[in-house]
């Protein structure tokens, strides 16, 4: 049994946001994560201008590491197209360079990094593949995994599940894509797509699992039919995506927020509020709740997680409500249709959905 304090399992954006904070407050917080090379995982790629702010407060740059800058919103209902200006500018950016950036920066910041897969959670007694941990507080930022012991509510029934192609760099993508993030609404879901380091494209979608059966059941089924129904999207699926790996991800439980918890137990980031991925802001709420909890954690103690938890939560309600709100309306033709139309009648209304469906950056002591 390892007597580690703070331990923090999961060394995504939220785990690594926690160790910074805690490393930079005197800390020496031990992170675990099952994984050692850091992969690509299964996101977006799309840094908000909040997460760009935070990602800045813990001394990282998404243009030093390469991230593409974005400056535009396109939405696509099949053919139809509107196009607005982002309230402020934004990024692309792949999750290996900013987890691998960010776990660097953890280290750098006085934090080990060890590797294990925990298997389970009880209360504060943490089961690892290759050791037991008894911490007095425990970060736990396992992400879109659940852990046994933890795990969080999922709806019954029609989840949401989330695909990813990577797509390599080509002139053309550039072209059709430089400098914006491009949603494509589709009944049942979206694909968002965006350039990122090096020129590449992430093409992640979201959608119902009913969506997917009615396409054919299989990813490359429901690729084909949404660039036989969408010119726009054909064109920047090009002729090569189906030599790429799609990567899957089920359940995702968007609009989950934990809303309490036990002392000592602090969850972070998608194990703390998920909100749905149309919005580009789980890596923001990521951060953010690293951030808080370690405040939180560095002035009360193991005591404080209740307390935590509960401002986290309060923090998270309204951009996971608005968020979820265009997620509802935009699966479905009739609030696809609506999204475009307000976005040409009104860009500035819709540029400000976009502002306010953001996180606030937790106000925290200067360090
Ligand atoms: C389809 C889709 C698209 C998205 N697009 C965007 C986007 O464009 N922009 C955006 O801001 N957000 C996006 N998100 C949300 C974003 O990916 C998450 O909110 C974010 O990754 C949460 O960060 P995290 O640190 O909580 O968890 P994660 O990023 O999931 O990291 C969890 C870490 O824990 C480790 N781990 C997991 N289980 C264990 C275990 N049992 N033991 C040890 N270690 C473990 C993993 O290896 C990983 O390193 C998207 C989500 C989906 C589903």
Redesign the pocket.
């Given at each position: 049994m390892r007597i580690e304090d703070p331990l923090i399992?999961?060394?995504?954006?939220?785990?690594c946001a926690a160790a910074i904070r805690l490393g930079q407050a005197g800390a020496a917080p031990l992170l675990?994560?099952?994984?050692e090379e850091v992969g690509d995982?299964?996101?977006?790629?799309?840094?908000?201008w909040r997460?760009a702010e935070q990602l800045a407060s813990l001394g990282l740059s998404p243009a030093a590491l390469g991230a593409h800058r974005v400056t535009r919103l396109r939405l696509f209902d099949g053919p139809r197209e509107a196009a607005l200006d982002l309230p402020h500018a934004a990024w692309g950016l792949s999750?290996h360079a900013l987890?691998t950036a960010m776990r660097a920066r953890a280290l750098a910041s006085g934090a080990k990094l060890e590797f294990?897969?925990?298997?389970a959670v009880d209360g504060l007694a943490v089961e690892g593949r290759a050791a037991s941990y008894r911490p007095q507080s425990l970060f736990l930022?396992?992400?879109?995994?659940d852990?046994r012991g933890e795990t969080r509510p999922r709806e019954a029934k029609d989840t949401a599940l989330?695909l990813?192609l990577r797509l390599p760099p080509t002139p053309e993508r550039l072209r059709l894509l430089g400098g914006a993030i491009e949603l494509h609404l589709f009944p049942g879901g979206y694909v968002?797509i965006v350039l990122q380091e090096g020129g590449s494209a992430n093409l992640?979608?979201?959608m119902r699992k009913s969506a997917l059966a009615k396409a054919g059941g299989s990813p490359e089924a429901l690729f084909a039919r949404l660039a036989q129904a969408n010119p726009a999207l054909a064109a920047r699926l090009g002729d090569d995506w189906r030599q790429v790996r799609c990567d899957t991800?089920g359940a995702?439980p968007y609009g989950f927020i934990a809303r309490d918890t036990s002392p000592g137990l602090f969850r972070?980031?998608?194990?703390a509020a998920?909100i749905p991925?149309l919005a580009?802001?789980?890596?923001?709420?990521?951060l953010a709740s690293g951030a808080m909890a370690a405040e939180h954690w560095t002035h009360g103690g193991p005591a404080a997680a209740p307390a935590y938890q509960r401002a986290f939560a309060s923090s998270a309600r309204l951009p996971v409500t608005l968020a979820s709100a265009a997620w509802h309306a935009a699966e479905t033709r009739l609030g696809a249709r609506a999204a475009l139309a307000l976005a040409r009648i009104a860009p500035s209304l819709v540029a400000g959905f976009a502002d306010r469906a953001r996180i606030a950056a937790p106000s925290l002591a200067p360090r």
């Open positions: 399992v999961g060394a995504g954006p939220a785990g675990l994560d099952r994984d995982p299964l996101c977006g790629g799309f840094l908000s997460t999750r987890d294990d897969a925990v298997r930022a396992t992400g879109k995994h852990v989330g990813r968002g992640c979608l979201a991800i995702v972070l980031g998608d194990q998920v991925s580009g802001e789980g890596i923001s709420i990521a």
